[in-house]
């Protein structure tokens, strides 16, 4: 069953249209990434799809309800179905792990203080970091940064969860441990994510099924997975992106 369906949709902004008549499903616990060069609108769609942008036209659903048509109430009821972790993590800089983990607790809710501290902390756990809930983010690596705020993320127990860029910054060894948390978090708990990266490493090692997208073309021009892609794919330029080769135009 999928967990999100995307049918014709366009994105951009105002006469800028970046990808148009995009359409693709994301199966449920399957690890969904998109990728592209840059500029292509990887970032683009993936805030489309859990509803920071306005798509240009189309819809997205979202265990079958369209958050691209919902407002109010509805709106509010979906957006608790997934959780989000932004490029740099998004922390509040002010508030301990704990603080930052239990904050969307506070407001989606009616759990008292007792009952939000002792499952945020297992959520914290769940990524390595319970011994770390005293802690502000300016106190721990960037890599536990953006384990804290994949916690953050699980907090209302969402069934899918949007990860933009998770390693970038991060070193091979802090990546390699990140990729580590998804697989661990998709195979126990059984968590749709999908994921914006470039890292090969990365989506190699964890992608189930990856999406391409092409600026010049606007649209999708390959799908399946990543190891496929790069060893069969007749398609130049999605030859030249999984095998790292310079474009004539760069070298």
Do not use: W
């Amino acid at each position: 069953m999928a967990a999100i369906n995307v049918r014709n949709l366009s994105v951009g902004y105002g006469q800028n249209v970046l990808l148009q008549n995009l359409n693709f499903s994301v199966n449920e616990g399957e690890i969904f990434v998109i990728l592209g060069g840059s500029g292509c609108g990887k970032s683009s769609l993936l805030k489309n799809l859990f509803g920071l942008y306005e798509p240009l036209a189309g819809s997205v659903l979202i265990e079958g309800q369209d958050i691209t048509d919902a407002h109010g109430e509805d709106r509010q009821k979906i957006m608790t179905h997934f959780g989000v972790m932004y490029q740099q993590g998004a922390l509040f800089g002010s508030m301990n792990l704990l603080e930052n983990v239990t904050l969307f607790m506070e407001e989606y809710t009616t759990l008292d203080r007792e009952q939000m501290n002792l499952l945020a902390r297992c959520k914290l756990d769940l990524v390595g970091l319970l011994p770390y809930e005293q802690y502000m983010p300016s106190e721990i690596s960037g890599g536990m940064q953006k384990r804290a705020a994949i916690a953050r993320a699980m907090a209302l127990d969402p069934k899918i969860l949007f990860l933009d860029e998770p390693s970038a910054g991060l070193d091979p060894i802090t990546s390699a441990d990140l990729d580590r948390t998804i697989l661990d978090l998709s195979q126990n708990l059984g968590i749709t994510f999908v994921i914006v990266s470039h890292e090969l490493a990365s989506i190699y090692s964890i992608a189930n099924r990856v999406i391409m997208l092409d600026k010049a073309s606007k649209g999708i021009i390959a799908e399946g997975d990543p190891k496929v892609l790069r060893d069969q794919s007749a398609d130049p330029r999605v030859h030249q992106f999984f095998n790292r080769i310079m474009s004539k135009e760069a070298a």
